[in-house]
């Protein structure tokens, strides 16, 4: 009876260090039988990353902090174990952030391609990026201590400025807001009237421009049609026959311009005589209109009219009687 006890308690207490075992192995996150691979990523800060800190890769564990420590340059160098068979994003970057509200960190795998959204998380990668080394770029979001740090902060400047606010906006502040707030409503309606009356400027404007552009296509099918019937004048011949009177006016006009020039200097060679002849033409002229010669003298008196004049009167009743009485003047005799 007393050897099967101890065999009980023997067994119990195996049991209960492989369960102790067991616990530990499964809380270190260990992997008995697989391979596991190491890599370092590179931060500037781990915030409250520790050794044992689980990896993740879209919420699922992967893997687990392994060492953490001071590296040259003001960085720090995370060893990441990595389970057997997880595919590694192409270009891997590590994200460290609070896992929960009570203190747990993580350490969150991702892709570099396409960078994060967060201008703060994507300025630290390119820094880690571009130290080199082949070590993977790591960034860390603020845990909810700084956030709520900085949360009081910008209440209590919040609070500060809406102090000053109440100071600043008494009932004389509220009047001349009323006031403005009238005035940028006249000013609105303003605009609006003044918007309306340049839409009907622009309307008449476009309606102008419609009337322009249908003259336009007017002019454009009159002279199309002016074409068309150049070109028919062409095909017919007829503006080679228009072109050839041309050219025939043309030599005509040659011709006349070289006999006029001719002309010109056949007068030109007898401008002396032409002169002579307009000087003996004054001459004359100067002395009829002195009254000196004959010429002068039957344009000055007038009895040579009067004598004229009588005598036609006198011839004129000589013809009368001679037609009345030609027996008086005239004698025929045959024997």
Do not use: C
């Not at 890769?57 to 997880?86: F, Q």
């Not at 008494?170 to 309606?189: E, H, N, T, Y």
């Not at 228009?242 to 060679?269: E, H, K, P, Y």
């Not at 001679?322 to 005799?333: H, L, V």
């Amino acid at each position: 009876m007393k050897r099967e006890n101890e065999f009980a308690v023997g067994i119990v207490v195996i049991a209960a260090l492989a369960l102790v075992v067991v616990g530990a192995l499964w809380l270190s996150g260990a992997h008995l039988g697989k391979a596991e691979a190491t890599y370092t990523a590179r931060f500037r800060t781990v915030g409250g990353l520790g050794v044992g800190s689980p990896v993740v890769l879209r919420g699922v564990r992967v893997g687990r902090i392994e060492a953490i420590r001071l590296a040259p340059g003001n960085w720090v160098e995370a060893d990441l174990k990595i389970y057997a068979g997880v595919t590694i994003p192409e270009k891997p970057a590590v994200i460290a952030a609070s896992a929960s509200l009570f203190g747990e960190w993580a350490a969150t795998l991702t892709s570099s391609e396409p960078p994060p959204a967060d201008p703060n998380i994507r300025q630290d990668l390119a820094a880690a990026q571009a130290a080199g080394g082949g070590k993977w770029p790591g960034a860390t979001l603020p845990d909810i201590g700084q956030l709520t740090a900085q949360a009081s902060r910008i209440a209590t400047d919040i609070g500060t400025v809406a102090a000053r606010v109440q100071t600043a906006f008494d009932s004389q502040a509220v009047s001349d807001l009323r006031r403005s707030i009238r005035d940028f409503g006249l000013i609105a309606d303003r605009l609006v009237q003044v918007t309306n009356e340049q839409a009907d400027v622009i309307g008449n404007v476009g309606s102008n421009l419609r009337r322009g552009s249908e003259v336009l296509a007017d002019a454009a099918g009159d002279l199309h049609a002016t074409l068309g019937r150049v070109d028919s004048a062409t095909n017919q011949g007829q503006l080679a026959t228009i072109l050839n009177n041309t050219a025939a006016v043309s030599t005509d006009l040659r011709t006349a311009s070289q006999d006029l020039r001719s002309l010109m200097g056949a007068a030109n060679r007898n401008q002396e005589s032409l002169v002579r002849v307009l000087v003996a033409a004054d001459t004359v002229l100067s002395r009829i209109a002195n009254r000196s010669g004959t010429l002068g003298l039957l344009v000055a008196d007038s009895t040579l009219y009067r004598e004229s004049a009588l005598t036609m009167i006198q011839l004129r009743q000589l013809l009368s009687d001679i037609q009345a009485n030609p027996r008086k003047y005239f004698t025929f005799s045959v024997f």
